[in-house]
């Protein structure tokens, strides 16, 4: 009570959808086992609705949804896949933008003789250069990772033209949205992607990861979870066993979801009016709640803004490099009952790119649209004090 979180690019609150599905699965299904008995196939069939859910929200089919640990786990499972499909003669494109989870586990692939080329940040603008890209692309390339938005520059990338460049030499697309969905759930087949990944915690959900990979990518791909799992296409990333719960959980997600369209929009909008107009409302929100913070530190003495000082290009999660300790901003925001963060968000090569010592970092102000243009005003005057 009382307090602003203004933290969410490290996890958003989990909206009550998803507590109440999390309780009735533990008091009612938290069992091992099959459809013989009554509470073994309600679990399954709660775990099944997660992945049909998800599947109508981000415009693919259901066997394209993988559901993991985590972002950074599924990533790893993928990039072992990818181990055994590539080696010398193949080039894998990393950027320097990405949090590492995206980015690290891709660079050891070298150790399987892939070149790994780096597409790199232009330090000026906190950005990537399409330019710069096609410059690394060509027939060797077999897949391009990149982030869809940086948890530390905040700034949409052209994640279409991305995908369509690195289709036209036969790469792969790889984008990390974790940064990304909590302000716009994506719809997947629009943007050309093979593979996209978020992780539910930071959209109001249980500590989860989704991973798309398309299913003709999928295919071509070995199976990293047990053999005899092999006609089994949602294991075939999975080496280990789901959390039942969580997963079944996220339905919660998509509830709440489509409980905002409803409440805002109504209840006639089907897909993908449905997640198109709910993106415009809460971009139009976010803005705003966005805007007057930029204007407070846009020109500020001591002050930069990494990346875009236009609230318009970019989703409300505001890294600032401070003459202050980063630390030290963030601890007199709590004594004001603001929780904000400081550090490199494991984003370690783009704060060093930027020129930053990374174990000092930046001040990161990250908002979702269940902020208030009351709770923007207080960060205002909070950041006023402090700075």
Not at 133 to 147: I, R, S
Not at 204 to 218: E, I, K, S
Not at 341 to 348: I, Q
Request: aromatic share 6%; proline share 6%; net charge negative.
């Amino acid at each position: 009570e009382g307090w602003i979180h203004a933290q969410n690019a490290g996890g958003s609150w989990a909206c009550s959808q998803v507590i109440d599905r999390l309780t009735t699965f533990y008091l009612d299904t938290k069992v091992q086992g099959g459809d013989h008995f009554p509470a073994g196939a309600a679990g399954l069939a709660a775990q099944d609705r997660a992945r049909s859910a998800l599947a109508r929200w981000l415009g693919v089919a259901p066997d394209e949804v993988h559901i993991g640990p985590s972002t950074a786990a599924n990533t790893t499972a993928l990039a072992a896949a990818f181990g055994e499909a590539l080696g010398p003669g193949d080039a894998a494109i990393v950027t320097n933008l990405d949090h590492e989870a995206n980015s690290g586990a891709w660079r050891d692939l070298a150790a399987r003789g892939v070149q790994v080329r780096e597409w790199q940040v232009d330090p000026e603008t906190a950005s990537l250069s399409l330019d710069d890209l096609d410059a690394l692309l060509d027939d060797d390339v077999a897949l391009v990772a990149f982030p869809h938005v940086s948890n530390i520059v905040g700034q949409v990338l052209p994640v279409a033209d991305i995908a369509a460049r690195a289709h036209a030499v036969g790469a792969v697309a790889i984008a990390d949205g974790v940064a990304a969905a909590p302000h716009a759930i994506p719809d997947v087949d629009a943007l050309g992607v093979d593979v996209y990944l978020f992780s539910t915690y930071k959209t109001f959900g249980p500590h989860q990861g989704v991973m798309v990979v398309r299913r003709d990518l999928a295919q071509r791909l070995p199976n990293q979870g047990p053999f005899f799992y092999d006609d089994v296409p949602e294991k075939w990333f999975l080496p280990a066993g789901p959390d039942h719960a969580q997963v079944a959980a996220i339905v919660g997600v998509t509830a709440y979801l489509d409980g905002l369209v409803d409440h805002h929009l109504g209840s006639d909008l089907q897909m993908p009016d449905r997640r198109r107009r709910l993106t415009d409302v809460v971009t139009a929100h976010e803005d705003r709640l966005l805007a007057p913070i930029l204007d407070l530190v846009r020109n500020r003495p001591g002050v930069v803004v990494a990346g875009t000082p236009d609230a318009t290009t970019r989703v409300p999660t505001l890294s600032l490099v401070t003459e202050q300790d980063p630390a030290a901003l963030a601890a007199a925001l709590a004594d004001r009952r603001i929780m904000a963060a400081s550090g490199h968000f494991h984003a370690w090569r783009l704060v060093e790119a930027l020129g930053i010592e990374p174990t000092r970092g930046v001040l990161r102000i990250s908002l979702v649209h269940y902020n208030t243009p009351d709770e923007s005003r207080r960060i205002v005057e909070g950041l006023d004090a402090v700075l």
